[in-house]
């Protein structure tokens, strides 16, 4: 059997690698000229399983009103004329409720746990190195910082999840390199969460999935997937029509754009981020793995000799141009906490878009089209993630039964809203 998938980013790459160790023959689109060039290039690195939920949670939508069009705020609202917008966004604010808020922070912890055990099993299989650190603090600069994280914290001890809550002088004790001067109320730190480059293992798995028969296609833009009775009959490309027996779609954040005309509706949205990465010149004054901001969600990630800095939610715009403004954010947090670490003058600035649904968690395998599939919609935690939704996306084209309960992690839920 011939699977098509649409998409190399991070989650295309371990589809196509999870496909071919089931014995399909794949073939990858890209319209790109390589792996992970959009969101999977240049993001946070982390694999958290406790850190992984929703961007829909309580006190959310008021933190946004509240900063409606402030260029330097963490999360910033463009309101539009496009439909599309306010139908994400009346989504959105119902599952900023606290009791949706757990059940889809469970639904997507429950996915990252079995997606981090799939990365160690091809870590150890592959001997992968990806410049992973070990351990992750957040930080509260205030005490109402600390009191928005509660949800969550609470969330993580129902679950069992192994995390500390700390005084300043304890933080500092573990990151001996956070400056005095900026001020902090404590910290929450979570010893088995982990950092890594998203981009390396993306690359290290496509040569294994080449290696092992998957054929790559990059410079292939699709326009169309055609339809006829209720199959994709071929999809229409740059390079001309190409047939399958099944179509996996991993497009990222325009992958709605290919749905149209499927007659499968996803409420799939752009939230655009931005990081930058600098050398370390000073590694005295470097954090040892990574911390994250909790007052800017800025995360601040070691990887190797660099540190990547990133941050910003902005909805909104579908245009991916960098923004003076976000960049500062991201130099002004970086510069508070670690400012002798690197040149910052120097460091490599990105942006990319999360492909965001509005509850949170994405969705995972069939659709109402028979031999269509998807894997997509993971959000700002599509790196935890890709491993796992990978091997469950292939499990389901092989017909064969996910190793984790699906429930609200497919596309189920957009369809019959009663079920959600
Ligand atoms: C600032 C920032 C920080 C983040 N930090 C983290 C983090 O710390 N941890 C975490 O887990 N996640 C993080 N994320 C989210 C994570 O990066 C994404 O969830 C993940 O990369 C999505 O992967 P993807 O493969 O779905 O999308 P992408 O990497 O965008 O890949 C989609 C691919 O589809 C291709 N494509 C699209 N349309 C077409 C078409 N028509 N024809 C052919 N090819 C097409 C694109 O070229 C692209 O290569 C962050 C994101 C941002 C922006």
Redesign the pocket.
């Known amino acids: 059997m011939h699977v098509l998938v ?7 790459v371990t589809t196509a690698y999870e496909l071919c160790q089931r014995g399909f023959k794949v073939t990858v ?4 000229p390589g792996v ?5 290039y240049g ?5 958290s399983t406790a850190y992984a939920g929703p961007w829909a949670q309580p006190g959310m939508p008021g933190r946004i009103l509240g900063q409606v069009l402030r260029s330097a705020s963490p999360v910033i609202f463009r309101p539009t004329f496009d439909p599309a917008q306010w139908r994400w966004l009346a989504r959105w604010l119902g599952e900023c409720r606290l009791q949706r808020f757990r059940i889809n922070k469970q639904r997507m912890q429950r996915l990252a746990e079995y997606s981090r055990s799939v990365l160690h099993e091809l870590r150890r299989r592959h001997s992968i190195d990806y410049e992973q650190t070990q351990g992750w603090l957040q930080l509260f600069r205030t005490e109402s910082d600390l009191a928005r994280a509660r949800p969550s914290i609470e969330v993580l001890s129902q679950a069992g999840m192994p995390h500390r809550l700390l005084d300043a002088a304890k933080c500092r004790a573990l990151e001996p390199a956070l400056v005095d001067g900026t001020p902090l109320a404590g910290g929450l730190h979570l010893p088995e969460e982990e950092t890594g480059n ?1 981009a390396y293992f993306a690359h290290r798995i496509k040569d294994l999935a080449a290696a092992g028969g998957v054929d790559f296609r990059f410079g ?3 326009t169309r997937l055609a339809i006829e009775g209720g199959r994709v009959a071929s999809v229409a490309t740059s390079a001309g029509a190409i047939a399958a027996d099944a179509l996996v779609l ?5 992958s709605g754009q ?1 749905l149209r005309g499927t007659g499968v509706r996803l409420p799939l949205y752009p939230v655009k ?3 930058l990465t600098a050398r370390v010149t000073r590694h005295e004054f470097a954090p040892l793995t990574s911390v994250m901001d909790e007052a800017y969600k800025v ?1 601040i990630t070691r990887m190797g000799n660099r540190l990547r800095i ?2 910003t939610a902005e909805l909104g715009t579908r245009r991916l141009a960098l923004r003076d403004s976000a960049l500062g954010t991201l130099l002004r947090v970086v510069r508070d906490w670690f400012p002798g670490a690197a040149d910052y003058r120097q460091a490599r600035p990105w942006v ?4 965001m649904l509005p509850d949170g968690p994405p969705a995972l395998g069939s659709t109402p089209v028979a031999n269509l599939f998807v894997n ?1 919609g ?7 993630m890709a491993c796992g939704s990978a091997r469950v996306v292939a499990d389901i084209v092989a017909g064969a039964k996910p190793q984790i309960d699906l429930d609200g992690l497919t596309i189920e839920r957009f369809v019959r809203r009663g079920k959600a």
């Open positions: 649409i998409g190399a980013g991070i989650i295309g689109l890209d319209r790109r992970a060039q959009e969101a999977s993001n946070a690195g982390v694999i998203c292939t833009r699709v991993a497009a990222g954040a325009d290919l981020g931005y990081s995360a990133a941050g990319g878009a999360r492909p997509l993971h959000g700002s935690t599509g790196w935890a």
